[in-house]
């Protein structure tokens, strides 16, 4: 097996790793266990939801990669929502970014926004997603306690 380089084995333990055994642990113990930990949904899916993306699987062109540009009345109806929610306009083919999930949005942007030597300052307890462009670049991460986030001088929040 190869070793893993140095970037890599410079990630921290996951924060949420070791949950999954302790659930099955205390549930061996006979503790009924309310589990907050992940986000996993605990209802399932509307009825309409699963219709819908049933429906939408059906269709050829859904059925390929869309190269960043994504499903354009996807990409508009975020940037209706925005305006309607926030009453912000955005563009939605130059402001609006289509991801697979928030986490991996978070680990793209110190790319746009952090150059070699920057810091950024980030929570802790966090997704690895928040130190992934931070340790791909050299950039120093300071991790600053969730709870403790109202401590920072002014104009740093």
Do not use: N
Request: hydrophobic fraction near 45%; proline fraction near 10%; charged fraction near 20%.
């Amino acid at each position: 097996m190869p070793r893993f380089s140095q970037r890599f084995s410079a990630f921290p333990v996951y924060p949420l790793a070791h949950i999954p055994a302790r659930k099955k642990a205390l549930i061996a113990a006979g503790v009924d266990v309310i589990d907050l930990g992940a986000g996993d949904a605990d209802l399932p899916p509307p009825p309409k939801a699963v219709s819908a993306l049933q429906q939408a699987a059906e269709v050829p062109a859904m059925q390929r990669y869309g190269f960043g540009l994504g499903h354009v009345p996807y990409r508009e109806a975020i940037s209706a929502w925005m305006q309607t929610r926030f009453g912000q306009r955005v563009d939605p083919m130059t402001e609006i970014v289509p991801l697979l999930g928030s986490k991996e949005g978070l680990a793209h942007v110190a790319f746009a926004y952090l150059g070699a030597g920057d810091v950024a300052i980030i929570p802790d307890p966090a997704y690895q997603a928040y130190l992934g462009g931070d340790a791909h670049e050299r950039r120093h991460a300071v991790r600053v306690c969730a709870a403790a986030a109202h401590e920072l001088p002014r104009g740093s929040r």
